[in-house]
C-alpha cells in the first residue's frame, strides 16, 4: 500500500502524510527532508550547485542527518529549490526514495513528485493544496513560534518564488498525477483535512 503526498510548500502535506502513516501503521519518508540535506552540505562545503551536488546528493544521508532541525529553516528550502531542479540531483536520490516506497507492506511518502515519479504506481495519490497566502500565514506563524523575526511579506515572497521555480522546471515539475485526488486544505482545519484525507485514501481502496 503506498500512499503517495505531493503539494506545494506550506500545503500541509507534511502534516497529512504523517497521520496517514500513523493511521495506517505505515513507515513514512519527508522527501523534501534529502533535498534540504543535499542543500545544506552544499552550503556548508561552499561548493557549486551547479558542478557539484550531484556528488553530493550521491551520498547516503542517513536517519541522524535527516533529523537535523536546522533542514526546517527556510533558507535551506530555498536553496533546496535551486539545488533540486537538477536532473543529475534528482537522479542520485531517485534510488533511496524508490526503495522505501517499494519496501514490503508499503510506505507513505510526501513531496513532489512521488505520485508522477518515484511511485506512478501507488495505490492513492493525493495532491495537497492551499493558496499561497493562507500557505504564507501558516509558514510566518511557525516560523514566529520558533523565534525567527522575519516578515509575512517576506514569508509569502519566498512561498511566490518557490511555487514559481518547482512547477516551472523540466526535471519532475510540481504538478499533480493524473489521477491525484486534490485537496485544498485553504479553509480547513487540521483535523478536518486529515479526516479528508484517510476518505480519499479509503475510496481508492
Ligand atoms: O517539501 P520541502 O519544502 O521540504 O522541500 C524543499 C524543496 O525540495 C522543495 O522546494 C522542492 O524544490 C524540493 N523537493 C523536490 N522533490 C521532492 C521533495 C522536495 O524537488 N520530492
Not at 493511521?23 to 533535498?35: A, I, S
Not at 534528482?90 to 533511496?96: D, G, M, P, V
Not at 512521488?114 to 495519490?125: C, E, F, S
Amino acid at each position: 500500500m503506498i500512499i503517495a503526498v505531493d503539494g506545494p510548500a506550506a500545503s500541509g502535506k507534511g502534516t497529512i502524510a504523517k497521520a496517514l502513516a500513523r493511521h495506517y501503521h505505515l513507515p513514512h519518508l519527508d522527501t523534501g527532508l534529502l533535498y534540504r540535506a543535499v542543500a545544506a552540505t552544499v552550503r556548508r562545503m561552499e561548493l557549486d550547485p551547479e558542478k557539484e551536488a550531484d556528488a553530493v546528493a550521491a551520498c547516503d544521508f542517513d536517519e541522524l542527518t535527516l533529523a537535523d532541525p536546522g533542514l526546517r529553516d527556510d533558507d535551506v528550502g530555498q536553496l533546496a529549490s535551486v539545488v533540486s531542479a537538477h536532473p543529475l540531483v534528482r537522479a542520485a536520490l531517485l534510488q533511496r526514495q524508490k526503495r522505501f516506497a517499494h519496501q514490503e507492506g508499503g510506505a507513505v511518502l510526501d513531496g513532489r513528485d512521488i505520485g508522477t515519479v518515484i511511485a506512478p504506481d501507488a495505490l492513492a495519490k493525493l495532491f495537497v493544496r492551499a493558496t499561497p497566502t493562507i500557505r504564507a500565514q501558516r509558514r510566518h506563524a511557525e516560523l514566529k513560534n520558533r523565534g525567527s523575526t522575519v516578515s509575512y511579506d517576506q514569508v509569502l515572497a519566498d512561498i511566490r518564488a518557490r511555487d514559481e521555480r518547482d512547477s516551472s522546471r523540466s526535471a519532475a515539475p510540481l504538478v499533480p498525477a493524473a489521477d491525484a485526488a486534490l485537496l485544498d486544505t485553504s479553509f480547513l482545519s487540521i483535523e478536518a483535512s486529515i479526516a479528508k484525507a484517510i476518505a480519499l485514501v479509503e475510496a481508492r481502496r
